[in-house]
């Protein structure tokens, strides 16, 4: 388990940041911007399991999945894994299909979609 005795590191005053590997790069690197929108995406997961009820444990995994993938953005060069002081978390095959399985299930209980869904009815679905 990580121990964080702080939350800030004062590396990233100069514009630019570290990945998983060490390597800087600018805040605005795309690797960045994309881990970035996972963690936001995660945030609003958070949001979502506040009234997801049945669905929270669902949404769990999904939030810890999400986890997984933003370290899995952070740490370039794959091939080094190997040599690596720890092993880097990756996504698997197995998380993939596990979701897939849960959205197909969810799905065969709903009629088929002909239109948009317009956000709105509960809290949930007017989330955003």
Known sequence: MVVLSKIYTRTGDTGQTALGNGDRVPKFD????AYG??????????????HGGALD?????????LFDLGA????????NDA???YPPLRMIAAQVARLE???DVM??????????ILP?????????
């Not at 929108?37 to 979502?48: F, H, I, Q």
């Not at 709105?120 to 955003?128: E, F, H, Q, T, V």
């Open 72 to 79: 899995d953005l952070c740490t370039p060069d794959m091939h």
């Open 30 to 33: 795309l690797r960045v911007a």
């Open 83 to 85: 040599t690596a002081a």
């Open 101 to 103: 399985a849960e959205i």
């Open 120 to 128: 709105g009815g509960s809290a949930l679905a007017s989330a955003n």
């Open 107 to 116: 799905n065969a209980k709903l009629t088929p979609l002909r239109s948009f």
């Open 57 to 65: 444990d669902s949404l769990a995994r999904v939030s810890n999945d």
């Open 37 to 50: 929108t996972v963690d936001e995406t995660n945030a609003t997961l958070g949001m979502a399991r506040l």
